[in-house]
């Protein structure tokens, strides 16, 4: 089973801190997402990775960067954390949709991050 | 542009009721259409998809027909349980754009 391993459940900061998410997949996936969940918006894609030092803007990248070094890892970076990122951000990794047909994302558990 | 709506929640039902969740949307060309189950405290999983008109995706008692006509892809169950108990998100993927698009999510309770 492809696994999607976020380092933190929970994490609590302060604003204006810089704050790390951590995503480690063990499937060798080329592409890797960043989502945050907030309740009755679903969730919304931050940042998208194609590949090893690729990325692409999702719909709300402002306020976030990316960082993709090696394949199995994709880091979520708020360089100054605020109250509006509190939130629940999932992790996911496919491999690339084929032939216009999308393939399955795989989630991590999430981590719920609260900025006070 | 290319959304999802779905409808809105909570739903509470009791076990062994009949469910359907709402879902239609909004897309340019010929997207494929899936629906999402999160578990308390788990990340999303992949439930079933449908990947043109008038396929059913179905997996673990749940069914969703791709209904072009009516741009829809309604979740249904014949016999809930408790274990059915999780959010549900329909979602969209268009060719090209290499990512998917959600709906709100729905959340469904089921009462013993």
């Known amino acids: 089973d492809v696994k999607v391993t976020q380092s933190s459940r929970y994490l609590v900061k302060r604003t204006g801190e810089k704050v790390f998410l951590e995503c480690v997949q063990d499937?060798?996936?080329?592409?890797m997402f960043w989502y945050r969940q907030d309740p009755g918006l679903g969730l919304r894609l931050i940042y998208f990775s194609y590949d090893v030092k690729m990325k692409e803007k999702g719909d709300i990248p402002e306020g976030y960067s990316v960082s993709r070094e090696k394949k199995e890892r994709f880091s979520l970076i708020l360089e100054s954390a605020s109250t509006n990122q509190t939130s629940m951000y999932l992790c996911?990794?496919?491999?690339?949709?084929?032939?216009?047909?999308?393939?399955?994302?795989?989630f991590g558990n999430g981590t719920r991050l609260t900025v006070t | 542009g290319n959304s999802v709506t779905q409808m809105e929640g909570p739903v509470t039902l009791s076990e062994e009721a009949f469910l359907t969740i709402n879902c239609t949307y909004t897309a340019t060309g010929y997207p494929s259409l899936f629906w999402y189950v999160q578990y308390p405290g788990e990340g999303l999983q992949l439930l079933l998809k449908?990947?043109?008109?008038?396929d059913k995706g179905s997996n673990k008692g749940f069914e969703a027909t791709y209904r072009k006509e009516t741009t829809s892809f309604h979740l249904e169950k014949g016999s809930v349980q408790v274990s059915d108990s999780a959010v549900y998100f329909c979602?969209?993927?268009?060719?090209?754009?290499?990512?998917?698009?959600f709906g709100q999510g729905t959340r469904l309770t089921i009462n013993p």
């Open positions: 499937m060798d996936h080329e592409n």
């Open positions: 449908a990947t043109k008109a008038d």
């Open positions: 996911a990794s496919s491999i690339p949709a084929l032939g216009g047909r999308s393939s399955p994302l795989h």
């Open positions: 979602a969209l993927y268009y060719q090209g754009a290499q990512k998917l698009v």
